[in-house]
């Protein structure tokens, strides 16, 4: 079964989170894939991506460029995973096939929000009646806390 992170957006935005992920991703030597649910979103994320200074960069794409299959980091508003990446990042209460094709699934949500977090609860519920390893983080001063 995948291994599914529910991460709980307390301190910061997705957009001042996920670098951190991402470079640690690459780091780990693993391809990512993003799924917005809106263009503003990846919009946002397009260019904190390429604002990131730890690492100099991180190396990503979107519909539309050549070679999508060469970025470590797919960002899409579908389903699409043209860089065949392991790790999956849900952005935007997006959600996963029941038996998906990823060695992890990070479910990024924002905690000041009660909709999102109403929204992650079911989908941790839907995850665990299917049999995937879950974990839950929590936002702390200086990175991640796993609490479950």
């Given at each position: 079964?995948?291994?599914?992170?529910?991460?709980?957006?307390?301190?910061?935005?997705?957009?001042?989170?996920?670098?951190?992920?991402?470079?640690?991703?690459?780091?780990?030597?693993?391809?990512?894939?993003?799924?917005?649910?809106?263009?503003?979103?990846?919009?946002?994320?397009?260019?904190?991506?390429?604002?990131?200074?730890?690492?100099?960069?991180?190396?990503?794409?979107?519909?539309?460029?050549?070679?999508?299959?060469?970025?470590?980091?797919?960002?899409?508003?579908?389903?699409?995973?043209?860089?065949?990446?392991?790790?999956?990042?849900?952005?935007?209460n997006r959600t996963c096939p029941d038996n998906p094709p990823?060695?992890?699934?990070?479910?990024?949500?924002?905690?000041?929000?009660?909709?999102?977090?109403?929204?992650?609860?079911?989908?941790?519920?839907?995850?665990?009646?299917?049999?995937?390893?879950?974990?839950?983080?929590?936002?702390?001063?200086?990175?991640?806390?796993?609490?479950?």
């Open positions: 079964m995948t291994q599914i992170g529910f991460y709980h957006l307390t301190r910061t935005s997705v957009a001042e989170a996920l670098p951190q992920l991402l470079s640690r991703t690459l780091a780990s030597g693993q391809k990512a894939a993003v799924w917005c649910a809106s263009k503003p979103q990846l919009d946002a994320l397009d260019k904190a991506l390429w604002k990131v200074s730890d690492p100099a960069w991180l190396p990503h794409g979107s519909e539309g460029i050549l070679c999508p299959d060469l970025q470590p980091i797919w960002l899409t508003l579908g389903e699409d995973v043209p860089n065949a990446a392991p790790f999956l990042f849900l952005l935007e990823f060695e992890r699934v990070f479910d990024l949500f924002d905690g000041h929000d009660e909709a999102a977090v109403t929204a992650a609860r079911e989908r941790w519920t839907a995850m665990k009646a299917a049999g995937h390893d879950l974990a839950y983080w929590r936002q702390e001063d200086r990175g991640w806390k796993r609490a479950r």
